[in-house]
T-cell receptor, first 117, second 112 residues
Framework: NAGVTQTPKFQVLKTGQSMTLQCAQDMNHNSMYWYRQDPGMGLRLIYYSASEGTTDKGEVPNGYNVSRLNKREFSLRLESAAPSQTSVYFC????????????????FGPGTRLTVL | LAKTTQPISMDSYEGQEVNITCSHNNIATNDYITWYQQFPSQGPRFIIQGYKTKVTNEVASLFIPADRKSSTLSLPRVSLSDTAVYYCLVGDRRGGGFKTIFGAGTRLFVKA
């Protein structure tokens, strides 16, 4: 069980370039999330997907697009990167931690450290 | 959506008990309270979850008063490795897909 995996681990872009961050989970979770975390700050939700085929905006969706490719994969795309998007990006999925648990918990990937010059 | 308020930072010494309180005045009937821990350069990880009264696991205890407008994470006998950021979240029971607000969390620094 790999849990939640993210690629790449590090990326440097120039302003205006585009890229896609990949995320996959092998826990058969329905819900997946993308967060960003700026230095010394908490996590902010960019987009989430309650289930395959659905996506919704979070707190800070501007400048990003997402695709829920299938149940396992949820990608985040930056169409035209800006220095303000320099951050660490975390993907997460959520599900019941144990059979009969009362509520979902989130499982996070290792993060992608993105720098936009 | 229930928002949470936590202290920005706390200091402690090894071996002490640490209590971190989170306010969530607008918690909804179906909301559960979940605490996460985050080490530098890692994603957050689950610590404990509860609905009301007290929950204990091998890592921590969670105290929730009857009105559920706050909760307290208790870490017994902390060690240097407990230095981390702790987040309190409230969210609906099941099905996921809910908007989650992590907030800034509480930075706990444990000294020798």
């Amino acid at each position: 069980n790999a849990g939640v995996t993210q690629t790449p681990k590090f990326q440097v872009l120039k302003t205006g370039q585009s890229m896609t961050l990949q995320c996959a989970q092998d826990m058969n979770h329905n819900s997946m999330y993308w967060y960003r975390q700026d230095p010394g700050m908490g996590l902010r939700l960019i987009y989430y997907s309650a289930s395959e085929g659905t996506t919704d905006k979070g707190e800070v969706p501007n400048g990003y697009n997402v695709s829920r490719l299938n149940k396992r994969e949820f990608s985040l795309r930056l169409e035209s990167a800006a220095p303000s998007q320099t951050s660490v990006y975390f993907c997460a999925s959520s599900g019941l931690q144990w059979e009969g648990a009362p509520a979902d918990t989130q499982y996070f990937g290792p993060g992608t450290r993105l720098t936009v010059l | 959506l229930a928002k949470t308020t936590q202290p920005i930072s706390m200091d402690s010494y090894e071996g002490q008990e640490v209590n971190i309180t989170c306010s969530h005045n607008n918690i909804a009937t179906n909301d559960y309270i979940t605490w996460y821990q985050q080490f530098p350069s890692q994603g957050p990880r689950f610590i404990i979850q509860g609905y009301k009264t007290k929950v204990t696991n091998e890592v921590a205890s969670l105290f929730i008063p009857a009105d559920r407008k706050s909760s307290t994470l208790s870490l017994p006998r902390v060690s240097l490795s407990d230095t981390a950021v702790y987040y309190c979240l409230v969210g609906d029971r099941r099905g996921g897909g809910f908007k989650t607000i992590f907030g800034a969390g509480t930075r706990l620094f444990v000294k020798a």
